[in-house]
C-alpha cells in the first residue's frame, strides 16, 4: 500500500492533510466569533465584515490568492511586518497555504456555526443569566454546546474545503514539491508532464477517498453530538 | 424583606409608569394581558433597562436611572421562573436544577438540594433530559432551578399559564409549600383571579402600565370595587380558617371568626389553618336566620358596603365578625331587603360551592 504512492505524491497528500488540519483548527475560534458577531451583535459594520466573510466564497480563487501575495507577501503590508517582527514568513511556504486555504473555506465554516446560533432560543441565554451566569459562562456552557453540531459540521465542510483547495494556493505560496505542493497542485503539475497520467490519477482516487471520507466522519459526528446535546 | 418599584418605560404605542412595595410573601401583580405585567419583572429581573426609575430589593439597590446603577441580571440573584420553563435542552434535570448553583456565592446558606427536590418531587426525574418531561414536571424543575441559584427574591411569570386545569392544581400546593416553607419573597405575575386567591399575600392590579389599587390579598379580594377587575365571576373574598374536625360523613369542620364553617372533605390535618376562597355568587343573603335550608352555613353578619353595578348585579360587602365576605346579588333583592350599610343579615353558603381548589394553606 505504501508502495502504491511515490514518495512524491506522500509527500502532497501528508501535507495537504497538515495543510487542511491547520488551517480548520486555527480558523474555528475566528469562525466561531465572526459567526456570533454576525448573528448577534448589532454594530455599524456588519454588512461590510458580513461581506468581507463571504468574499472569497465569490471572488475566483485567484484574485484571493493575488490579494493574500499583496498583503501577507515578504513585501506586503501585514507580509513585512510580520517577518520584520516575529520572522514570521507566509509567503511560498506551507504556512501561507494553510493561511489561503483558512480564508477560503472560513465562508463555509462561519455560515455553518451561524445557521445553528440563530437556531438557540436567546430566551435560554436569558435564563441562564438569571441564575447567576456572566456573558462568557452563558457562551461556554449554554451556546457553545447548543451549537457544537454546526460547530463540527462547519469545521469538517470547512476541512474539506481546504482539502481541495487550488487557485488561491497556487498564487500566494506556488506549487513547490514537499513545501507548498498539495493534492490538487501536485495533479495540476502531473498533468503538465508526459507520462504524469497515472500519478495524477493515483491522487486523484486519494481526494475522492478523503473527500468521501470526511463526508461521512462529519455526519458521524454531527448525529453523535446531537444525540449527546439532545437537540 | 421587600422589594420596591418605580419606573417609567415607553415602547411604540405604549407607556408604563408605576410603583409599588412588595412586603414578604408573595406580590401579586394581576392585571390583564397587555397591562405590562412582564415588562415590570423583567425589569426586575435586568432583562430590561428601564428609561427610568428605580428598583431596590432586599435593601440593595439594583438599578437607578438617577445615578446610571443598573446592575446586570447575572448579579441580582433575583430567580425568575418563566412562563415557557426555558430548562437547559441539552443539560439532564439534576445539572438543570444545579446550573445556578455555582455561580451563587458560596457559604451562603441557600435551600438544600435534596430538601427541594423532594419538595418538588422531581428526585425521580433527576438523570432525565427535559425533553421527554410533562408540562407540570417542566414547571416543577423550573421553580426549583430558580429557587436552587440562591436567590433573594423569587419571579414568576405565570408559571401556570402553560398548563391545563390538572396540572395547575398538581402544582399549586407545592408553590403553596415554598411560599410557606422557604420564605422567599415572591413576585408572581397572573392574571387568574384563582391563583391570586390561592398564593397572594398582597395583590398590585396593573391596568394599561399603571397601578389600579393595591393592597393585601385580603381586603383586595373583598373589595366591590376590584372586583369587576377580577371578574365578577371571580370575585370573591377570602375567609382564613381553622380546621376543627373530620365528620363522619364526610365533611370538614372549620372555625373562623365569622363562624363555624362546614365544607366537603378538606385533607388538613385539625389545627391546620387555611384560607377558603367564598365565591361572590355563591353568598345568599337573607334577613332573618333561614329555617329548614339545606345550605349548612349561615353566618351572621353586618353590610358594611354596597356598590352597585352597571347591569342588573350589587356587589355587597359584609362584616361577618371582623372577617370581609362579599356577596353578589341582584339590585332588585338589595333594594327588596332593604339592605344599607350597618343592616344585620345572615349570609348563607352552601358546602358543595366551596370546589376544593378554592382551599388553600393558608
Redesign the interface.
Known amino acids: 500500500m505504501a508502495d502504491w504512492l511515490g514518495p512524491e505524491e506522500w509527500r502532497a497528500v501528508a501535507l495537504s492533510l497538515r495543510v487542511a488540519l491547520v488551517a480548520t483548527l486555527a480558523s474555528l475560534p475566528f469562525g466561531i466569533l465572526a459567526a456570533y458577531a454576525l448573528a448577534r451583535w448589532r454594530f455599524p459594520g456588519r454588512q461590510a465584515l458580513n461581506g468581507l466573510v463571504h468574499l472569497p466564497l465569490i471572488l475566483p480563487p485567484v484574485v484571493t490568492g493575488y490579494l493574500l501575495l499583496l498583503t501577507f507577501g515578504r513585501k506586503g503590508w501585514i507580509g513585512a511586518t510580520l517577518d520584520e517582527w516575529f520572522g514570521i514568513v507566509l509567503a511560498f511556504r506551507w504556512t501561507g497555504a494553510a493561511l489561503a486555504a483558512a480564508i477560503m473555506a472560513f465562508p463555509l465554516m462561519v455560515r455553518a456555526i451561524r445557521l445553528s446560533l440563530e437556531a438557540v432560543d436567546p430566551k435560554l441565554e436569558e435564563a441562564a443569566a438569571t441564575l447567576g451566569a456572566s456573558r462568557f459562562s452563558i457562551f461556554a456552557t449554554i451556546t457553545l454546546p447548543l451549537i457544537l453540531p454546526g460547530v463540527v459540521a462547519g469545521a469538517i465542510l470547512a476541512f474539506a474545503k481546504a482539502l481541495g483547495e487550488f487557485g488561491a494556493t497556487i498564487t500566494f505560496v506556488s506549487n513547490i514539491p514537499g513545501q507548498t505542493q498539495t493534492i490538487p497542485s501536485a495533479i495540476y503539475a502531473f498533468l503538465q508532464v508526459p507520462g504524469g497520467e497515472a500519478q495524477a490519477g493515483r491522487l486523484v482516487l486519494v481526494s475522492v477517498a478523503l473527500a468521501m471520507a470526511a463526508l461521512l466522519l462529519s455526519e458521524w459526528v454531527a448525529r453523535a453530538v446531537a444525540r449527546r446535546v439532545g437537540a | 424583606m421587600s422589594l420596591s418599584v418605580r419606573l417609567a418605560h415607553s415602547f411604540a404605542g405604549f407607556a408604563l409608569d408605576l410603583a409599588f412595595e412588595a412586603p414578604a410573601g408573595v406580590t401579586a401583580l394581576f392585571g390583564r394581558s397587555g397591562s405590562g405585567k412582564t415588562t415590570i419583572v423583567n425589569a426586575v ?3 430590561l433597562r428601564p428609561n427610568a426609575g428605580r428598583i431596590e430589593a432586599e435593601g440593595v439597590t439594583l438599578f437607578d436611572s438617577e445615578t446610571g446603577l443598573f446592575v ?9 421562573v ?1 412562563q ?1 420553563a ?1 430548562l ?3 443539560l439532564s434535570v439534576r445539572a438543570n436544577l444545579l ?2 448553583r455555582r ?2 456565592p458560596r457559604g451562603e446558606a441557600g435551600a438544600e438540594f435534596a430538601r427541594i427536590v423532594d419538595l418538588l418531587g422531581v428526585g425521580a426525574l433527576l438523570s432525565r ?3 421527554g418531561l410533562s408540562g407540570g414536571e417542566r414547571s416543577r424543575v423550573a421553580l426549583g ?2 429557587i436552587l ?1 440562591k436567590p433573594r427574591l423569587l419571579l414568576m411569570d405565570e408559571p401556570l399559564a402553560a398548563l391545563d386545569e390538572a396540572r395547575k392544581a398538581e402544582i399549586m400546593p407545592y408553590l403553596e409549600r415554598l411560599r410557606d416553607e422557604i420564605r422567599l419573597p415572591i413576585l408572581y405575575v397572573s392574571h387568574s383571579a384563582a391563583e391570586i386567591a390561592r398564593l397572594a399575600t398582597t395583590v398590585v392590579m396593573i391596568e394599561g402600565g399603571r397601578v389600579a389599587a393595591a393592597g393585601p390579598a385580603v381586603e383586595m379580594m373583598a373589595d366591590p370595587a376590584a372586583a369587576p377587575a377580577f371578574g365578577l365571576r371571580e370575585a370573591g373574598a377570602l375567609l382564613p380558617a381553622r380546621v376543627e374536625a373530620q365528620e363522619a360523613d364526610g365533611l370538614t369542620r372549620l372555625a373562623s371568626r365569622a363562624g363555624p364553617l362546614w365544607l366537603p372533605r378538606i385533607e388538613a390535618p385539625p389545627g391546620a389553618t387555611l384560607r377558603v376562597r367564598i365565591l361572590a355568587q355563591d353568598v345568599m343573603l337573607a334577613l332573618g336566620r333561614p329555617e329548614a335550608v339545606s345550605a349548612l352555613n349561615i353566618l351572621p353578619a353586618k353590610v358594611a358596603e354596597i356598590r352597585i353595578g352597571e347591569g342588573p348585579g350589587a356587589l355587597v360587602r359584609l362584616d361577618a365578625g371582623g372577617e370581609a365576605l362579599l356577596a353578589r346579588v341582584t339590585r332588585r333583592s338589595a333594594a327588596a331587603l332593604g339592605l344599607e350599610p350597618g343592616r344585620e343579615v345572615f349570609a348563607v353558603i352552601k358546602a358543595v360551592s366551596v370546589a376544593p381548589g378554592a382551599v388553600g394553606a393558608g
Do not use: D
Not at chain 2, 446586570?72 to 425568575?80: K, S
Open positions: 429581573a435586568g432583562l446586570p441580571p447575572h448579579r441580582r440573584r433575583i430567580g425568575y418563566f415557557e426555558r437547559f435542552p441539552h446550573y445556578g455561580f451563587a433530559r427535559p425533553g432551578r430558580a441559584s
